[in-house]
């Protein structure tokens, strides 16, 4: 017997992609490309282990939000260098009022690397996402689903950055996390297994792709044809 490999990657792809909007929610504001469901992850204070500051004006926070709208709407209209100051001026503003580091710099650093990436700008979408990760760290935990979606970020910026060992590895360490974190029976895992699945085709190792076909196939969808 042996698997008809084409047969099989494309019904895996078309089942997960009509599941994909039961699992996937848009950012209110337009920002986030897509987040993963929670499911399993714990909750924790948006401002645990943040330092100390000192109480921020109603002035200040309605100065940043209306700073951050605009660079929003800006970006969604396509006028991306008109976006990029404002955007850095409300994160500017942020990190003065709140610290370097706090959560609430988390939320204006991901619609800036959406802006850099729009403007092809990889080297500093990578540096963002980097500057991201302690804070998810901190105030999530490593092995929680906010850092496996932004390790998946990751995984498309070295990519297009064409360092496709660093890609691998945050690739396969999502998977990792989500498969602790959400279980094996859970369409956002079985999506970043096929992806991890695809990765592996493309570089000649289809034996490890199989197994992610396998547990994509017996815990979502019907197993594929076998000839």
């Given at each position: ?117 729009e403007l ?50 945050e690739l ?9 974190v959400l ?45």
């Open positions: 017997m042996k698997w008809d490999f084409p047969s099989m990657h494309h019904h895996i792809t078309y089942v997960l992609k009509s599941s994909v909007l039961a699992v996937l929610m848009l950012s209110v504001a337009g920002t986030q490309t897509a987040t993963f469901a929670v499911g399993g992850a714990k909750k924790v204070d948006a401002d645990a282990g943040a330092k100390p500051v000192p109480k921020i004006s109603q002035e200040t926070r309605t100065e940043i939000k209306d700073l951050t709208k605009q660079a929003v709407e800006l970006m969604r209209a396509g006028k991306l260098n008109e976006a990029l100051p404002l955007a850095l001026s409300a994160l500017t503003k942020t990190e003065a009022a709140f610290g370097k580091g706090h959560f609430e710099a988390s939320k204006l650093l991901e619609p800036l690397a959406r802006i850099y990436d092809g700008k990889q080297e500093d979408v990578l540096r963002v996402q980097l500057q991201m990760m302690p804070i998810l760290f901190r105030v999530y935990g490593e092995r929680t689903t906010q850092v496996a979606r932004l390790r998946e970020g990751l995984t498309e910026t070295y990519t297009k950055l064409g360092k496709p060992d660093k890609a691998l590895a396969e360490t999502s998977v990792d996390i989500k498969r602790e279980g094996p029976n859970n369409v956002s895992l079985a999506i970043s297994m096929n992806k991890l699945a695809d990765v592996y085709v493309e570089n000649g190792d289809t034996a490890k792709a199989i197994p992610l076909w396998e547990a994509v196939s017996y815990t979502h969808l019907t197993l594929p044809t076998i000839t």
